[in-house]
């Protein structure tokens, strides 16, 4: 089992969609979670973190179940500029040890 | 805003080489990473430090090792470039601590090896 294990995607989806990503990881003892967005040939830059209630920011929301040990990403009402890579970061072990998932390409279509 | 400065955007090494990627960031932050990004893998973690002189292996640690002398520069060394070492490289860097974990990024080193 890979520790961080996102959904592989791609997600083709009409503007005004509701689309969303789950990412899993493998240590139930894992405290921080994050989803990073990275455009085509730049950098990951944070999208959000993710806490133990859950977190929204406008069109997006954050979700962590510690049961099932995942976290999703939900966006409302999707934007063209919404197309991008997602990438799920967990710190793993607890010590800045920051591993990724293979990332989710999502495409946004007129 | 945080800085974290890659060296070269592009570069193009010989096998059996030996490649130095530098990477420096201007926030006093504790610690600095290095992933390499290769299509369907994602970033994968190749060392990081917590600390000058302090290293911690990551996934793929095979072929690299790293250098941190200073708290605001941290070295990637390719000791023998081979072919399969061409890839993006990421140097990112956090002030460290909860709460704390945001990661800066530099803006990738695409290094080919022929």
């Known amino acids: 089992r890979k520790e961080v294990e996102q959904d592989p995607g791609p997600f083709n989806v009409p503007e005004g969609a509701t689309v969303a990503f789950n990412c899993t990881y493998s240590n139930s003892a894992s405290q921080s979670f994050f989803w990073y967005r990275q455009d085509c040939r730049k950098e990951p830059k944070l999208l959000m973190s993710v806490y133990s209630s859950g977190n929204e920011d406008g069109r997006f929301t954050a979700q962590l179940n510690r049961a099932s040990q995942y976290i999703s990403l939900l966006i409302r009402d999707s934007k063209l500029s919404d197309s991008a890579t997602y990438l799920c970061v967990v710190n793993l072990y607890n010590n800045n040890d920051m591993r990724f998932g293979a990332g989710t390409r999502l495409t946004v279509k007129p | 805003d945080v800085k974290v400065t890659q060296s070269s955007r592009y570069l193009v090494k010989r096998t059996g080489e030996k490649v130095f990627l530098e990477c420096v960031q201007d926030?006093?932050?504790?610690?600095m990473f290095w992933y390499r990004q290769d299509p369907g893998l994602g970033l994968r973690l190749i060392y990081f430090s917590y600390d000058v002189k302090m290293k911690e292996k990551g996934d793929i640690p095979e072929g690299y090792s790293v250098s941190r002398e200073k708290k605001e520069r941290f070295s990637l060394i390719l000791e023998s470039a081979s072919t399969n070492q061409t890839s993006m490289y990421l140097c990112a860097s956090t002030l460290g601590g909860q709460g704390d974990e945001k990661l800066f990024f530099g803006s990738g080193t695409q290094l080919s090896v022929l």
């Open positions: 926030m006093d932050h504790e610690n």
